[in-house]
């Protein structure tokens, strides 16, 4: 399994852009880029997934550069409400006889203040 | 869409007695089926994990037991609980690395 690493923990302010880096190193040719958002006791939600360069969705975008060894996860405008603790996560898609291959690591803590 | 039913949501229980919890899967089938414990401001901790049923790996030697008698049904035991065992406990499940699916947790506390 592709090893994630992430900052432990970021501030912004309301109304700001917020960019969340994730490395990956070891990451594997079946691997996808996955995204998770968690408040406190609930459970994670999902954000987004993606494979290369760009992946835009109603509430992120997610930016792989080519060598794939990292991954951004980027928050346009983020409120109070995105105040959370956000996880990035690398695992096959397609596997057959997959493995459960869902592995959390630390995560980041996201602070969003007035 | 698939859903994770997960119950009780809160569970308070004295040292040394069993635990059961138990979560059902709605909107999927032949799952993969997670079991995690999250302590207070602490990243979540794989306990178990299910690719079909009765087959459970573990991830974390404890005194714990998972189990899937079915296809949609995942449940985390106790024989005797621990001081330590207390925690945020989240069902999880998963098809061929898509985007995962969570129930609402338990918390439980040992007493």
């Known amino acids: 399994l592709a090893k994630t690493t992430q900052p432990i923990s970021m501030d912004s302010y309301e109304g700001q852009e917020v960019n969340i880096t994730c490395s990956h190193n070891?990451?594997?040719?079946?691997?996808?880029i996955t995204w998770y958002q968690q408040f406190p006791s609930q459970g994670p939600r999902f954000i987004i997934q993606g494979y290369k360069t760009k992946v835009t969705n109603e509430v992120a975008s997610l930016f792989i550069p080519a060598d794939r060894k990292s991954s951004t996860l980027s928050l346009p405008r983020v409120s109070l409400s995105d105040t959370a603790v956000y996880y990035c996560l690398v695992s096959p898609r397609d596997y057959g006889g997959s493995q459960g291959n869902l592995i959390f690591g630390k995560g980041t803590k996201l602070s969003v203040k007035p | 869409s698939q859903t994770i039913h997960q119950w009780p949501a809160t569970l308070v229980q004295p040292v040394g007695s069993p635990l059961s919890l138990e979560c059902t899967v709605e909107g999927t089938s032949n799952p993969n089926l997670y079991w995690y414990r999250q302590a207070a401001g602490r990243g979540l901790q794989l306990l178990f994990y299910?690719?079909?049923?009765?087959?459970i790996s573990s991830e974390v030697p404890q005194n714990l037991s998972a189990s899937r008698p079915q296809d949609r049904q995942f449940i985390l035991s106790s024989k005797k609980l621990l001081l330590s065992d207390s925690g945020f406990y989240l069902c999880a499940g998963d098809r061929d690395g898509a985007e995962a699916f969570f129930g609402q947790g338990t918390r439980l506390t040992v007493v």
């Open positions: 070891n990451i594997a040719t079946n691997d996808y």
């Open positions: 299910s690719v079909g049923i009765g087959q």
